[in-house]
């Protein structure tokens, strides 16, 4: 016997009992982004890989182990997308949307890291990513974070998280500040464990991040960034902070927040939940301004985040809900030729007078017995049967196939339409 070919590990599928909590959880984003005037960008999923080297940095663990990368027939190093916003800027470099130019964008696909596989950590995982271009002041700061809360609102999740907020200031105040934690870090080598000093000539602020309980006393008492700041760094922190509190969004100041990627400045921030274990961040972004002059563009402003829609999925209160949104209102169950003919007239009747009423008309013949079965199967409400008798008199039968208190009955085709609306 031929041996089964399964997907590869860490890459999922997305079966179709599930699909419509993805579908509802994608419905709101995409009301939500339309209403406050973001538009949509459809991106590829491969780009050359100098793309990722110079937006994320060559000694990143993203570039260094986890990116999925390979050569095509023509010799050029290619990539799988491992985020979002380097591809977002590339095309809108490419296409001449920045200069002089505000725009508000989003999108919404896979993303693949060649990662260890783990609950809310995958190969290829599912990210919306929204980036604003144009923009100078903390008001889109504010904006991108309140778009935050409102979705979280949306999807009736807003009691299981919460905000930290932290400043990265310029990259020539993060110069000054990573000599500073250099030097206090190379005091303390000892203690450190083998993956921060492997990041101590690379990349010594990840360390701050460090999930390692034994370093946590260590990095508190680590020198402050915020005291490297200078004034206009500052002061858009403290105008972002001001912006929060007139709307009510409660946040928490965390020095240690660097996130991962080397072309943030300013501003950043992540949306943290206590409910998923050890993967306890949902969204993160900030501002990465330098970025675009470093992908070969004129200095332009910019702010982004990305939320993992694996991990929203799974903060929703009751997913099994919006499964039962994908089941069938009614199946038709047809049995002999003429009423198989008549069916198929009468089923596109139904969807052009009630286009939102679902509706799958059995295929493959079978008895009663056994469409009724398969209809049962489906998860069908309804049963709309009809035979030879149906067929020539003109009438349709009704079985309710999930409520036992009501009796099969059966009416003339001409009144089927209104009787079907209250399901609606």
Not at 22 to 37: D, K
Not at 163 to 178: S, W
Not at 331 to 341: D, F, P, S, T
Not at 360 to 371: A, D, H, L, P
Request: proline residues 4%.
């Amino acid at each position: 016997m031929t041996e089964k070919i399964q997907a590869i590990r860490g890459m999922h599928d997305i079966l179709p009992e599930h699909s419509a909590r993805w579908q509802y959880v994608e419905a709101v984003l995409r009301r939500v982004l339309t209403r406050q005037g973001y538009l949509e960008i459809r991106l590829p999923l491969v780009e050359k890989t100098e793309l990722f080297q110079r937006s994320i940095g060559e000694v990143t663990d993203i570039v260094e182990k986890e990116m999925y990368t390979f050569a095509d027939r023509n010799g050029d190093s290619l990539t799988l997308r491992p985020e979002g916003t380097a591809g977002c800027l590339r095309a809108c470099l490419e296409h001449g949307l920045l200069h002089n130019q505000m725009h508000r964008l989003w999108y919404l696909g896979p993303m693949f890291r060649h990662e260890r596989p783990q609950k809310g950590r995958y190969r290829q995982f599912y990210q919306l990513g929204v980036e604003a271009y144009g923009m100078a002041g903390p008001d889109i700061d504010a904006e991108l974070i309140l778009l935050n809360a409102r979705l979280w609102r949306e999807l009736a999740i807003a009691h299981k998280l919460e905000l930290q907020l932290n400043t990265l200031g310029t990259a020539a105040e993060r110069q000054h500040y990573r000599a500073s934690l250099v030097d206090y870090l190379r005091g303390h080598y000892h203690k450190l464990d083998e993956d921060s000093r492997r990041r101590l000539d690379t990349n010594p602020l990840r360390i701050l991040d460090s999930k390692n309980p034994e370093l946590a006393d260590l990095l508190a008492a680590a020198p402050s960034l915020h005291d490297f700041l200078g004034d206009a760094s500052t002061a858009h922190f403290e105008r972002l902070k001001a912006l929060l509190d007139a709307v009510g969004i409660a946040y928490t100041v965390n020095p240690r927040l660097v996130r991962g990627l080397d072309y943030y400045c300013l501003t950043v921030f992540e949306w943290v939940t206590r409910e998923l274990g050890a993967q306890g961040t949902v969204c993160a972004g900030g501002r990465y301004d330098g970025l675009v002059a470093q992908l070969g563009g004129r200095d332009a402003t910019a702010i982004g985040f990305a939320l993992g829609m694996e991990r929203l999925i799974d903060l929703l209160d009751d997913p099994e809900r919006h499964d039962v949104a994908q089941k069938p209102h009614a199946c038709l169950i047809r049995v002999g030729e003429v009423a198989e003919q008549q069916g198929l007239r009468l089923a596109e009747q139904l969807r052009d007078q009630l286009p939102d009423f679902r509706l799958i008309v059995n295929c493959g013949g079978g008895s009663f017995k056994s469409q009724f079965k398969r209809a049962d199967k489906m998860g069908a409400g309804l049963a709309l049967i009809l035979g030879e008798t149906e067929a020539a008199n003109g009438t349709i039968g009704l079985k309710p196939l999930r409520d036992e208190t009501s009796a099969q009955q059966v009416i003339p085709q001409t009144e089927l339409i209104s009787h079907l609306q209250h399901y609606l």
